[in-house]
């Protein structure tokens, strides 16, 4: 498609939106809110779930691996037939598919369907979040599309925090099915607004082909990378069933990049990458998630079950963090569109790993106040990363690939996420383990056995006191106390990791330049 075709496009495209573009952004925003809510709304009710179906442990950690690996595995792909088919398009079915798979969950009764159909929802969710950020890209001038996608990662920031509160009021007071059933009226919601306010569906890649032996490619490799990932805490990281996944995943991600160079329409076009920030923002996105997914998935266990709180109260807990994120995302692409993402970007990183090694210093029983301080710096932050780090992806991008490059983006919140919540949990995992029996002894415990510990660590780095049935309660508080200790030394090293992470991403952010192209971006070259 020619740099002109695209102009054209993109300027006919915001011309003939029913609403204008602030309307396109709310209907935009209803769709990505119900994705985001049901990132986090299920965790809360899978124990509910467990008992409800007699479900495994592994059962319920599928509920979420599904998810995770059909989002994964599918974004890019995504992305490119939204350029291909239209933007509009792909969202609404996105929104229909997403909506309706989440009502038969509901309805399921047994955790094979739950599982079935979590992975559908996967796909369908993966449909609806490029297109989301194409459509802003399409409704927006380039001038204020920095504020669209700030006030988009506020409604994400608000959604994603907004999940374990209602994820728990809905558990304690209806039942789990309607953590599911939740995502009907908003579906509907976004449904009916993108059909009332979104213009005609415009195929900004229309002349492209389908390349089946480049998305098989990609397909296979993001698979074997995300199973890997997730499995590598269950298998071992040296166990010959992980680095067989990660071996698998580096050739096939060989065989796709030889393709891509050949291919006369190609997928993913590497010639995206030649734009320095673009690639740049795209290690900043696996950073961000390794960083704020991988440490923030303990804070959940530090709250309910070292603290006693509940998980609603836990959600009231972590609102100071999704506080700094709405205010902080609209800010920040404001900002942004002013000065350029370097400065905002390097600093909300700084903000990440200064919030990181102060979580990593909280004491057993934190107070409400402290822990408040270190989320608001990392809501802030976080919120600064997010829209840059988008902007940058995105905004680099020429407009008929605008639907891949918001793909390139989720695909590396996700694998960023995945990655983050698997070596973080094994670097505390480890850490556990050291200290276990120190910790132990100290309460005047009898000594464990190498074996004992191996079979008790797993517990503790989950947060879970390993006393047996019948303990005496003194001798079971000696344990909880032990198990407690044990978890906090992982946890701050969990923290210490993320925020040294966070410093090489400062690093890292002062090699953004601000964004060149406009709403006509030049075509990019084949490799």
Same mark, same amino acid.
């Given at each position: 498609m020619s740099t002109t075709a695209a102009g054209t496009a993109i300027t006919t495209a915001r011309s003939t939106g029913r609403g204008g573009p602030w309307a396109t952004l709310v209907a935009v925003?209803? #769709?990505?809110?119900?994705?985001? *809510?049901? $990132?986090?709304?299920? %965790?809360?009710?899978?124990? %509910?779930?467990?008992?409800?179906?007699?479900?495994? *442990?592994?059962?319920?950690?599928?509920?979420?691996? #599904?998810?995770?690996?059909?989002? &994964?595995?599918? *974004?890019v792909t995504a $992305?490119?037939? $939204?350029?291909?088919?239209?933007?509009?398009?792909?969202?609404?079915v996105g929104v229909v598919g997403f909506a309706a798979s989440s009502g038969i969950i509901g309805l399921s009764g047994s955790i094979g369907l739950i599982i079935a159909f979590r992975v559908l929802q996967g796909v369908f969710g993966a449909l609806l979040q490029p297109a989301a950020l194409g459509l802003l890209r399409e409704a927006f001038p380039r001038e204020k599309l920095n504020i669209a996608i700030g006030i988009w990662g506020a409604a994400i920031g608000l959604s994603t925090a907004a999940g374990p509160i209602v994820g728990g009021l809905l558990v304690e007071h209806v039942n789990w099915q309607w953590v599911f059933f939740v995502n009907l009226p908003v579906g509907a919601l976004a449904l009916v607004l993108g059909l009332l306010v979104l213009g005609r569906n415009h195929r900004v890649d229309r002349g492209s082909r389908a390349d089946v032996p480049g998305i098989a490619l990609l397909s296979v490799a993001m698979f074997a990378l995300v199973f890997g990932v997730i499995k590598a805490s269950d298998f071992g990281w040296g166990d010959w069933r992980t680095i067989g996944l990660f071996v698998g995943a580096a050739v096939f991600a060989?065989?796709?990049?030889? !393709?891509? !160079?050949? %291919? !006369?329409?190609?997928?993913?076009?590497?010639? *995206?990458? !030649?734009?320095?920030?673009?690639?740049?923002?795209?290690?900043?996105?696996?950073l961000m998630a390794f960083a704020m997914f991988g440490s923030l998935f303990f804070v959940t266990f530090y709250l309910q079950l070292v603290h006693g709180l509940s998980p609603v109260q836990s959600g009231v807990r972590l609102l100071p963090m999704t506080a700094g994120m709405v205010v902080g995302s609209p800010i920040a692409g404001a900002l942004i569109g002013k000065i350029g993402p370097r400065g905002p970007v390097?600093?909300?990183? &700084?903000?990440?790993?200064?919030?990181?090694?102060?979580?990593?210093?909280?004491?057993?029983?934190?107070?409400?106040?402290?822990?408040?301080?270190?989320?608001?710096?990392?809501?802030? #932050?976080?919120?600064?990363?997010?829209?840059?780090?988008?902007?940058?992806?995105? $905004?680099?991008?020429?407009?008929?690939l605008s639907g891949v490059a918001s793909g390139v983006q989720q695909a590396a919140m996700q694998v960023g996420g995945a990655l983050g919540t698997a070596v973080l949990g094994a670097v505390m995992t480890a850490r556990v383990g050291n200290v276990l029996n120190g910790h132990w002894t100290d309460q005047h415990l009898p000594a464990l056995t190498p074996a004992q510990v191996d079979a008790a660590k797993s517990a503790v780095a989950g947060g879970v006191a390993p006393v047996p049935p019948g303990t005496k309660a003194e001798i079971a508080a000696l344990i909880t106390k032990a198990s407690n200790l044990s978890f906090l030394d992982g946890m701050h090293l969990a923290f210490t990791v993320a925020a040294v992470v966070a410093v090489v991403a400062v690093g890292l952010s002062l090699l953004i330049r601000r964004s060149r192209n406009g709403s006509s971006a030049p075509a990019v070259p084949h490799v």
């Open positions: 925003a209803f #769709g990505v809110i119900m994705v985001a *809510l049901d $990132g986090t709304i299920v %965790a809360i009710a899978n124990p %509910a779930i467990g008992k409800s179906l007699h479900a495994s *442990l592994s059962d319920l950690q599928w509920i979420t691996n #599904g998810y995770l690996l059909a989002l &994964a595995v599918f *974004l $992305g490119k037939l $939204g350029d291909r088919f239209g933007h509009k398009s792909m969202f609404l060989v065989l796709f990049i030889l !393709r891509e !160079r050949s %291919a !006369r329409d190609p997928l993913l076009p590497l010639g *995206l990458f !030649r734009s320095r920030s673009l690639s740049v923002g795209t290690v900043l996105m696996v390097a600093t909300g990183m &700084a903000a990440v790993a200064i919030a990181m090694f102060g979580l990593s210093r909280l004491p057993m029983e934190a107070s409400a106040g402290l822990t408040s301080l270190w989320f608001v710096i990392l809501g802030l #932050g976080l919120s600064v990363v997010m829209v840059g780090a988008t902007e940058v992806i995105v $905004g680099n991008a020429p407009v008929q």
